[in-house]
T-cell receptor
Framework: GAVVSQHPSWVICKSGTSVKIECRSL??????MFWYRQFPKQSLMLMAT?????????EQGVEKDKFLINHASLTLSTLTVTSAHPEDSSFYIC????????????FGQGTRLTVV | DAKTTQPPSMDCAEGRAANLPCNHS???????VYWYRQIHSQGPQYIIH???NNETNEMASLIITEDRKSSTLILPHATLRDTAVYYC??????????FGDGTTLTVKP
């Protein structure tokens, strides 16, 4: 299957700092990428839809000023967690769709964020 | 996305077929059925998807009932590495998915 890569795989940061997570589609172009968050022992929750060249669309309850999303190219989307706090500690996962709406989507390996 | 219902857990003997059911009685005509699995601390892995016809690939088979209100994912010869949480998702938009709690499949030697 297609490859979606996230970087870093894990990060520890101090409270109040910002952290940037990258999501790359390595062997295909993705006009749309998606960002999810997963807390321990819970399922994935969609945070936002990232569209190349335009503003991201955020799900209800997700603060757009706290979770900045940039999709500057067809192979890269970034999620920046600004002014991180311990409650932002979570597993962040991106996915990218290879083609039209009803083709498969591929997920990155996830980024474990720990805010101390 | 239509709501899906999956059993919370299942066991399967190594080498036997694993049949994972999913109910999606409110599925609409343009929604596809997707299956993903997540091994602990990793991102979900795409397995298979379909609209109305049965599908098969190198990983699994997907059987969708004629009324499309339920489906079954079949892993033909389960191995220990197939132990994971399996998610059945119904959506018109691959990637933008509502994940339920899934089925925790444990393959036992």
């Amino acid at each position: 299957g297609a490859v979606v890569s996230q970087h870093p795989s894990w990060v520890i940061c101090k409270s109040g700092t910002s952290v940037k997570i990258e999501c790359r589609s390595l062997d295909f172009q993705a006009t749309t990428m998606f960002w999810y968050r997963q807390f321990p022992k819970q399922s994935l929750m969609l945070m936002a839809t990232s569209n190349e060249g335009s503003k991201a669309t955020y799900e209800q309850g997700v603060e757009k000023d706290k979770f900045l999303i940039n999709h500057a190219s067809l192979t890269l989307s970034t999620l920046t967690v600004t002014s991180a706090h311990p409650e932002d500690s979570s597993f962040y996962i991106c996915s990218a769709r290879r083609g039209q709406k009803n083709t498969e989507a591929f997920f990155g390996q996830g980024t474990r964020l720990t805010v101390v | 996305d239509a709501k899906t219902t999956q059993p919370p857990s299942m066991d399967c003997a190594e080498g036997r077929a694993a049949n994972l059911p999913c109910n999606h009685s409110t599925i609409s005509g343009n929604e596809y059925v997707y299956w993903y699995r997540q091994i602990h601390s990793q991102g979900p892995q795409y397995i298979i998807h379909g609209l109305k016809n049965n599908e098969t690939n190198e990983m699994a088979s997907l059987i969708i009932t004629e009324d499309r209100k339920s489906s079954t994912l079949i892993l033909p010869h389960a191995t220990l590495r197939d132990t994971a949480v399996y998610y059945c998702i119904v959506s018109v938009n691959a990637g933008k998915s509502t994940f339920g709690d899934g089925t925790t499949l444990t393959v036992k030697p």
